[in-house]
């Protein structure tokens, strides 16, 4: 049970877990309504309508989350939630999710910021790579020194969103530019019609969602309050995220038709673009640019940390913590003063340089291989729900666990038929085999599916 706390340090803490989860999600702005007006062929009439749609999903999902942390109070995700209905074999696909998950979170954030700044500092572009290697390689030294503090990581959040709110009112109030809409980029031509074109095109953008489902895990970590503290914050925390990710995605997507800001350059993004032709190229824009690139980079931190610390609770031979698995080598688990799994970061650091190479640090490459992995462990967890509403007869809640099922599955398969996003899916697939039989190797350990409850313990 956790220890009595005052109002006031509950209000800190509340505000340190809610933003400091949030940046994921939040972040993913800087890349997906991008994302969605390139899949549209630049059509910027239609943008607005799939990114309504996005959110739209996003909160269904969302719904079916609430409902999530209700059953699992004390932290408890897609892995344990498909470990529960289906047995624990069926956790391994989550986990390989989670693992494929962090990676690209790490290299898509890397490159958003680098782009962020390349976006500011023009010259910088032909130089994307080494600045993009050279953040990843920062970012993952920073780990050593163990989980950076939760409010400082929530501070970047809100600094923001509170310049991104200063900038949406000059661009809605007195803009500098309005684009000539005659000068819009069009790649081709959409499919017709139109609501086909935006059902097909907003699947790109569900990047958008990634991250929506932390506050289930992290609320393991709040150890100063109660299973009922824990189900208020990781609720209030949900409704609190998709509340200011909706407003943020929309109000930059109306923005950006109001100023006619279509598909930038290659050495700058479509969010640079539409904060310089609301506010100018003074100190509003270069502090929208620096605040989204630090939060871009805490998003990649948040997931160095997670990242490792799945592969170090995989690795962990000792069995006296409760869940330690050690179906992963034991140099995985190991760790300095700081609590960092070092070898584990350095894994994470490799593949993800790897990756940010391959797509040349663009983000706009790395978001079409986004929305899958992910995507599959919200699936698993949408059957979970469905089975736990059919076995209770909850026949409101089935209703609505389906729907989101229906969703989520229309989006993996849009975007799997893109063809490249395979190669994630593939690789979720292939871990979440090996893990497997490294279980069963191991004599078939209990924890796999409260492993996600874990990814944060100290040694």
């Known amino acids: 049970m956790g220890t009595m706390i005052t109002q006031r340090a509950r209000a800190l803490l509340f505000f340190g877990f809610a933003f400091a989860v949030m940046a994921d999600p939040v ?7 991008e994302a969605a007006l ?4 630049g059509d910027l009439d239609l943008l607005l ?5 996005v959110i739209g999903v996003v909160t269904l999902i969302t719904i079916n989350y609430w409902f999530l942390v209700r059953r699992f ?14 047995g624990t074999a069926w956790a391994f696909p989550v ?16 490159a958003a910021a680098s782009s962020a700044i390349i976006a500011y500092v023009p010259d910088l572009d032909g130089a994307r790579i080494p600045l993009a290697l050279a953040l990843c390689t920062l970012v993952a030294g920073l780990t050593w020194f163990g989980h950076g503090s939760r409010v400082l990581f929530a501070t970047f959040t809100v600094s923001f969103i509170g310049v991104t709110a200063v900038m949406l009112a000059k ?21 017709s019609p139109a609501l086909l074109a935006v059902f097909i095109a907003f699947p790109v953008a569900m990047a958008l969602a990634t991250g929506i489902e932390a506050p289930l895990t992290s609320i393991s970590q709040l150890g100063q309050i109660d299973s009922d ?3 208020q914050f990781g609720r209030g925390t949900l409704v609190l995220t998709v509340g200011i990710v909706a407003a943020i995605t929309l109000l930059l997507t109306a923005l950006a038709g109001k100023l006619n800001v279509g598909i930038p350059a290659d050495s700058s993004t479509m969010i640079a673009d539409i904060a310089k032709a609301a506010a100018g190229d003074g100190a509003i824009f270069a502090l929208f640019q620096l605040t989204s690139a630090i939060l871009l980079l805490a998003a990649a931190s948040s997931s160095y940390q997670a990242g490792p610390g799945l592969l170090k609770a995989l690795a962990r031979h000792d069995r006296g913590h409760g869940h330690g698995l050690g179906i992963l080598p034991v140099r995985l688990g190991r760790s300095n003063r700081h609590h960092t799994p070092y070898w584990s970061v350095v894994v994470y650091l490799v593949i993800s340089c790897l990756v940010v190479v391959a797509a040349r640090a663009e983000e706009q ?29 909850n026949w409101r809640l089935l209703v609505i666990n389906c729907i989101a099922s229906v969703a989520v599955f229309f989006t993996l398969v849009i975007n799997l038929g893109r063809g490249y996003p395979l190669g994630s899916f593939a690789a979720m697939l292939i871990i979440a085999f090996g893990l497997h039989r490294a279980w069963i190797r191991a004599g078939r350990p209990e924890g796999v599916t409260e492993l996600e409850q874990h990814i944060a313990d100290e040694d």
């Open 27 to 33: 972040s993913s702005v800087a890349y997906a309504i």
């Open 38 to 41: 390139r899949a549209l062929e």
């Open 49 to 53: 309508p799939a990114m309504a749609m």
């Open 73 to 86: 109070p004390t932290g408890g995700g897609d892995a344990e939630a498909a470990g529960r209905a289906f």
């Open 95 to 110: 986990i390989g999710a989670l693992i494929v998950d962090f990676v690209l979170t790490i290299a898509i954030s890397i």
């Open 171 to 191: 661009g809605f109030v007195d803009p500098v530019t309005m684009l000539d809409r005659a000068d819009l980029v069009r790649t081709g031509e959409h499919l």
């Open 229 to 231: 503290g824990k189900r």
């Open 365 to 393: 490459e790395l978001v079409l291989f986004y929305a899958v992995a992910v995507f599959a462990s919200f699936m698993m967890g949408l059957l979970a729900m469905a089975r736990f509403s059919w076995v209770e007869r």
